[in-house]
T-cell receptor, first 114, second 113 residues
Framework: AQSVTQLGSHVSVSEGALVLLRCNYSSSVPPYLFWYVQYPNQGLQLLLKYTTGATLVKGINGFEAEFKKSETSFHLTKPSAHMSDAAEYFCAVSDGQAGTALIFGKGTTLSVSS | DVKVTQSSRYLVKRTGEKVFLECVQDMDHENMFWYRQDPGLGLRLIYFSYDVKMKEKGDIPEGYSVSREKKERFSLILESASTNQTSMYLC????????????FGDGTRLSIL
């Protein structure tokens, strides 16, 4: 069975600092991986996805993530945090079977201080 | 842009009531999903549907049912609401192709008193 582990339920950074949100997955097949962001009282918005091809994936709002098969990781990074990045972030994995649901991690809340 | 619309942002109901949460998507997506979101537990799948009149149980289907009579609409039904069903409910839709992301509505915050 597939699973997703997000290390750290809360991450705090200063404005302008590097953002690193960790995600590890387990999957018996090549996975499809996703990062979503959720702002307060809103639904989830897709940040970026990895399906095939280039392992470094760029998303919206300056975020990127690198798929590392050997480490079963898909960590999310941003070089310089903005106050507006404060939100909850979810990593998700798909087993690649058409029509199946995503499996989500428990989420990481990012706080950004000035 | 894909639009997933949930009928209510906030809803307050009483225990024992039958509660309907409605979700409509405008992009002709085959798949639709219902999740509940609770602090510290992330998103948990209740039910999903990959076609009209088809449904599959997710991880926590107990106490819930669903209906999909039309492709664009997916309804979640709480047969007899209980206080432990107080939660944020999120609807999502996607295309069938397995590399397609899910698109989410803004959620319904449901309180059962």
């Amino acid at each position: 069975a597939q699973s997703v582990t997000q290390l750290g339920s809360h991450v705090s950074v200063s404005e302008g600092a590097l953002v690193l949100l960790r995600c590890n997955y387990s999957s018996s097949v090549p996975p499809y991986l996703f990062w979503y962001v959720q702002y307060p009282n809103q639904g989830l918005q897709l940040l970026l996805k990895y399906t095939t091809g280039a392992t470094l994936v760029k998303g919206i709002n300056g975020f990127e993530a690198e798929f590392k098969k050997s480490e079963t990781s898909f960590h999310l990074t941003k070089p310089s945090a903005h106050m507006s990045d404060a939100a909850e972030y979810f990593c998700a994995v798909s087993d690649g079977q058409a029509g199946t649901a995503l499996i989500f991690g428990k989420g990481t809340t990012l706080s950004v201080s000035s | 842009d894909v639009k997933v619309t949930q009928s209510s942002r906030y809803l307050v109901k009483r225990t024992g009531e039958k509660v309907f949460l409605e979700c409509v998507q405008d992009m002709d997506h085959e798949n639709m999903f219902w999740y509940r979101q609770d602090p510290g537990l992330g998103l948990r799948l209740i039910y999903f549907s990959y076609d009209v009149k088809m449904k599959e149980k997710g991880d926590i289907p107990e106490g819930y049912s669903v209906s999909r009579e039309k492709k664009e609409r997916f309804s979640l039904i709480l047969e007899s609401a209980s206080t432990n069903q107080t939660s944020m409910y999120l609807c999502a839709s996607s295309r069938t192709a397995n590399n397609q992301p899910q698109h989410f509505g803004d959620g319904t915050r449901l309180s059962i008193l």
